[in-house]
């Protein structure tokens, strides 16, 4: 006596009618998915990409991205169509009653469940089985069977239904609808143009935003700390690359001058270029010997002007004065304060390694523009300087010294890179500043300078008699005293002579020998 099973009762039978079902006429093909699949990844991906290769490190990769998949989110959620299934007329619906799903499902379960199930280890091999899994006959992969849904294909009649109840519900007319949709694909893409090319202030802003949504993020979490810190300013100087409206040489003519006795030309690497600098010895030197960079005024070197280190020399000094890129004949473009920055930095590494140095005993001082570099100097962590000075500077708009500055003042960073004031917080040594009391007050620049660091900073501020030019005399006279005090102080506590205790005492032995 045979039994009949019941077609319900028997998996294997039920399995195998499921799979005989017919499919829904307008389930979306495979290829169709696969194609609108590969056009959200490849939108997310190259807003990533270009928030990668922008000069403007700041620019979080990670807000590009959320910002990228919230837009993605939220047309799901509304249309059950992301850009990439608008494109092709894909739509995701509720598998029973192929109307949209909502954001819970379409969203949640359908999309982040999935994702963030791909980023766990040893999990992430269902990623591969949910693509595998469109293979089958249903044309369901596992987020659809999760969800409840199906991804059916609309005819142009239905888009276009779809896309006027859209408009009913969310917008005032079709004209704003159109608007949206173009926006929605426009504004990724014009991301991706201006990221990836750097567009003059668009990189800046986005990461200015970003600055300010790190410390609203911060504040009240931890003590308050300054707006700009060490790994702020260089980590964020390393990674950019100035962007120069005017290339050429220096804006001040220069000449081929003599050199008088006790000085020599030399050539110093900065940046795979060779650039010129000038060497002044003392009348009598003893090896090794203190050392005084001198970075120049103005936007050429004169070789008088290393008679303002005359104190510095008759103190046994070694003056070492560079040159920078773009001028007195070197290669290069002149850019104000930021790749003449890295040749100073380069001239100090330099000087450091020569047989005369005393690699402990290497000091900065800088007139005018110069000024500007030496205080530059001051924000980056490392290297052999005890310690520097400047005279006349502290500029507040660094464009300003020149008719037509090389960079867009407009483009936030290009500024704010160029100066020290505003990252006083990012100061990795002690400086002294000198400004002549005829020509500026000093007032405001001591308050400024305490408005930002109300609790002291390595920035000293010192007034002495003159004017911008006048001034430098009695600036360096005060700075060599400022070294030999320090000195002492160094030299009390190791048993160790000064540098200038060291030359007196030998000037004084000389002076005493038949």
């Not at 039994?3 to 829904?24: K, R």
């Not at 007196?504 to 000389?510: E, I, N, R, V």
Request: aromatic residues 8%.
């Amino acid at each position: 006596m045979s039994h009949v099973v019941p077609m319900e009762s028997s998996p294997a039978l039920a399995a195998a009618a499921e799979s005989a079902a017919p499919l829904n006429a307008d389930t979306a093909s495979r290829p169709r998915r696969i194609v609108a699949f590969c056009f959200d990844r490849a939108l997310l991906f190259a807003v990533v990409s270009a928030s990668l290769l922008s000069s403007q490190r700041r620019v979080p990769v990670l807000l590009c991205t959320l910002c990228t998949l919230a837009l993605q989110a939220a047309l799901l959620g509304t249309t059950g169509q992301s850009l990439g299934k608008r494109l092709l007329r894909l739509q995701v619906v509720d598998a029973e009653t192929s109307v949209p799903a909502g954001v819970l499902r379409t969203v949640l379960v359908r999309g982040m469940l999935f994702l963030g199930l791909s980023l766990v280890p040893m999990v992430n091999l269902g990623a591969l089985c949910n693509a595998l899994s469109l293979f089958r006959r249903s044309r369901r992969c596992l987020h659809d069977e999760a969800a409840g849904t199906q991804v059916r294909q609309l005819s142009a009649e239905q888009q276009a239904q779809l896309d006027a109840q859209f408009t009913a519900r969310w917008l005032p007319g079709t004209s704003a609808f159109r608007a949206v949709w173009a926006a929605a694909y426009t504004l990724p893409v014009l991301a991706v143009a201006l990221l990836a090319f750097d567009v003059p202030g668009v990189s800046a802003r986005v990461a200015a935003g970003a600055a300010w949504i790190d410390a609203s993020l911060k504040d009240g979490v931890e003590e308050a700390t300054p707006a700009t810190s060490r790994t702020d300013y260089q980590a964020l100087r390393a990674g950019f690359r100035t962007q120069l409206t005017r290339q050429g040489p220096a804006p001040q003519s220069w000449s081929e001058e003599p050199l008088p006795e006790r000085v020599t030309q030399v050539l110093y690497p900065s940046q795979g270029l060779q650039l010129k600098g000038y060497v002044r010895e003392p009348e009598t030197r003893n090896d090794p010997a203190p050392v005084l960079v001198y970075l120049h005024g103005g936007f050429a070197l004169s070789v008088s002007d290393l008679d303002d280190c005359e104190a510095f020399s008759a103190a046994g000094f070694v003056v070492f004065a560079p040159t920078y890129r773009g001028e007195n004949g070197n290669p290069g473009n002149f850019e104000l304060f930021m790749g003449e920055v890295d040749d100073a930095r380069a001239a100090v590494e330099w000087v450091a390694q020569q047989p005369f140095t005393a690699p402990h005993r290497i000091y900065v001082f800088g007139h005018s523009a110069g000024a500007g570099v030496a205080e530059l100097l001051t924000l980056f962590s490392g290297g052999p300087i005890a310690l520097s000075g400047s005279s006349g500077g502290l500029y507040l708009a660094p464009e300003a010294l020149v008719d037509e500055p090389p960079f867009d003042p407009q483009r936030e960073h290009e500024k704010e890179l160029r100066k020290l004031l505003g990252n006083l917080a990012s100061m990795q040594r002690r400086h002294v500043a000198y400004l002549g009391t005829e020509e500026r007050e000093v007032a405001p620049y001591r308050a400024a300078i305490q408005a930002e660091l109300p609790h002291g900073a390595r920035l000293e501020l010192r007034a002495v008699p003159g004017d911008h030019f006048t001034s430098l005399g009695p600036a360096m006279i005060d700075f060599l005293g400022e070294i030999g005090e320090e000195s002492a102080e160094q030299a009390g506590s190791n048993g160790a002579p000064s540098p200038l205790q060291g030359s007196a005492d030998d000037s004084a032995q000389s002076s005493e020998d038949p």
